[in-house]
């Protein structure tokens, strides 16, 4: 009944693997301008169950991707983090990847424990080398036999005659079909996929859900960063609402869609087109100004004083949390 | 051929190479209703927004705009016919000059045409509230804002000639839930207020259930390229 965790998470029926694979504890990431200082990513806690699959959604520039790259230490140089993100190997040792080091992330992290599939597919391939020769080459890496591209290409929903193309070849739903089965190859613990169905139709946008679908429930696990609530909702076992750098809400995916309780996801969900299909009122706060309470508060129609503070995450009946002061209660909850 | 006056590409093939993208492909537009379209990727819907934006002459069938056929393409075509129809692509990033501020990239279409000075910058002013951008954002350039916050500056340029039909092609695929409704809210206003017509092309159903008076298929209108 009961999770032993600070912060508890989700209960998800799906997720019934209950060892946690990542534990983000307290995750900050700054970016230093020229004239400014841009807070991407606050105090950020999240756990990643082996076998769970974790949507991350929110409006662009919330720090979706940042978080991303975080992880795997791909920040730029005028980033600095703070904070932890606990990587459990089933045999070996525990790494951070926040502080263990260039090093250790490329030998040991990047593409074989946590893979990537990146935002934009057509800046992230060699643009000399054909997709077999760039699939050939990650497979080899990993030990596993370059004859495999053609089955990954089909996992994918790409036709092996396609990887004898150059990337500028491809179309945008090509390349990102490539990439994605380029971060598949070296069958990563930790999948991580920025936007992985840009560009697909949506015949394409299903067959790849399906296959990170697939992936969560043979024991590996997901972090889907989407902007696509409906996508969330098909195959995430619970879902992480970013606004202006920190989670606010990070529920079971059924429960957070039936009955949001911070007042920002809740009019998120009002602005899909099979809800009121009414945007959140007012804009976006800059990442430079945020202010030093709720950054939502002065978008949010519940705000008071109190909220001049900066809420923490609190448990939330039914398992998740959430970062309000206000949370809405909803009766007609299960 | 009286009736509302409409948008209409009549019987129009288009072909790249040996590839024929649009076989006798028909649409129609009427002033005043939304036009939903969908289809595979690869089915032309693309191309067809093009046709109809006058960017693209078709290899036959022709357009014709409330009636008057129009047998050229971009510049050729009289500034008043072209700037009767406008479109709203999918990637605002691809669209923007990047050295231009916002308020450059909606006054653009206005300077272009010989407006006075006065007249743009009160219509820029109009627009830039109506899509919701605040004078900060008015003056920066493309790479110092959101995709939703410039996507909202290509559809105030859009409008900024009073369209009577506007084409929005996958227009808010890549944008957060938000944005998206406020884009749409956006259209469909100006839509009512201008008795325009409005094709919408998207791969959400639920999108275009919501959005659109008619859907309109173009499978099975062409070849199905993967």
């Known amino acids: ?26 995750l900050g990431v700054e970016f230093r301008l020229r004239d400014a200082r841009v807070r991407a990513v606050t105090d950020l806690h999240l756990t990643v169950r082996a076998g769970e699959l974790l949507a991350v959604v929110g409006e662009s520039g919330c720090g979706k991707s940042v978080l991303a790259h975080a992880l795997l230490g791909l920040l730029p140089g005028n980033a600095t983090t703070t904070g932890h993100a606990v ?14 080091g260039q090093r250790q992330l490329a030998r040991r992290v990047r593409g074989r424990l946590v893979g990537l599939v990146p935002q934009s597919p057509a800046t992230a391939l060699n643009p000399v080398r054909t997709g077999r ?119 079971d995916t059924d429960e957070l869609f039936t009955a949001p309780t911070h007042p920002y996801a809740s009019a ?67 | 051929m009286t009736s509302t006056p409409h948008l209409l590409a009549d019987e129009v093939t288009v072909g790249y190479g040996r590839q024929v993208v649009l076989d006798r492909v028909t649409v129609r537009i009427d002033r005043g209703e939304t036009v939903g379209l969908r289809g595979p990727s690869g089915c032309g819907k ?33 500034v008043a016919l072209r700037t009767r129809v406008a479109a709203l692509f999918q990637s605002p990033r691809a669209a923007a000059d990047p050295r231009l501020s916002l308020t450059d990239l909606i006054a653009e279409p206005l300077r272009a045409t010989r407006t006075p000075e006065a007249a743009v910058r009160e219509r820029v002013t109009e627009l830039a509230d109506l899509v919701g951008l605040t004078a900060d954002l008015r003056s920066r350039r493309p790479h110092a804002v959101s995709d939703g916050q410039l996507q909202r500056a290509c559809l105030a340029r859009a409008l900024v000639h009073r369209p009577d039909y506007l084409l929005c092609d996958e227009a808010t695929a890549m944008l957060d839930a938000s944005t998206q409704a406020h884009v749409a809210a956006v259209i469909r206003d100006y839509q009512l207020a201008q008795q325009a017509g409005v094709l919408v092309i998207s791969h959400d159903q639920t999108l275009l259930e919501r959005w659109s008076d008619r859907i309109v298929d173009l499978a099975g209108t062409a070849p199905a390229r993967t």
């Open chain 2, 46 to 78: 693309s191309t067809l927004v093009r046709v109809l934006a006058l960017l693209h002459q078709p290899d036959q069938g022709r357009v014709s705009i409330d009636g008057t056929a129009v047998s050229a393409v971009r510049y050729a075509v009289p």
């Open chain 1, 1 to 26: 009944m009961t999770t032993t965790e600070s912060v508890p998470a989700p209960a998800s029926a799906r997720a019934a693997t209950s060892r946690p694979l990542l534990a983000v504890d307290g």
């Open chain 1, 133 to 251: 020769r760039l699939l050939a080459e990650t497979l080899r890496a990993h030990g596993r036999d370059r004859a495999d591209a053609d089955q990954l290409a089909v996992d994918v929903g790409l036709d092996p005659a396609d990887l004898d193309r150059y990337p500028h070849e491809l179309s945008g739903g090509m390349a990102q079909r490539l990439v994605t089965a380029l971060a598949l190859a070296p069958d990563p613990a930790l999948l991580i996929a920025d936007e992985p169905t840009t560009g697909l139709d949506r015949p394409l946008v299903d067959h790849t859900l399906d296959l990170l679908r697939r992936r969560c429930d043979n024991g590996a696990a997901v972090v889907l960063i989407t902007h696509d609530l409906a996508a969330a909702r098909r195959v995430a076992d619970t879902v992480a609402v970013m606004y202006a750098s920190r989670v606010v809400e990070h529920r």
């Open chain 1, 87 to 100: 990587l459990h190997e089933s045999d070996g040792e525990p790494v951070d990847l926040i502080t263990c």
């Open chain 1, 268 to 334: 998120l969900l009002d602005a899909l087109p099979d809800r009121a299909f009414r945007p959140v009122p007012g804009d976006p706060p800059m990442l430079t100004a945020l202010p030093p309470g709720c950054a939502f508060a002065p978008r949010c129609p519940h705000r008071t004083d109190t909220c001049a503070h900066p809420p923490e995450p609190t448990p939330v009946a039914g398992g998740g949390t959430v970062a309000c002061h206000h949370p809405i209660r909803t009766g007609a909850n299960p």
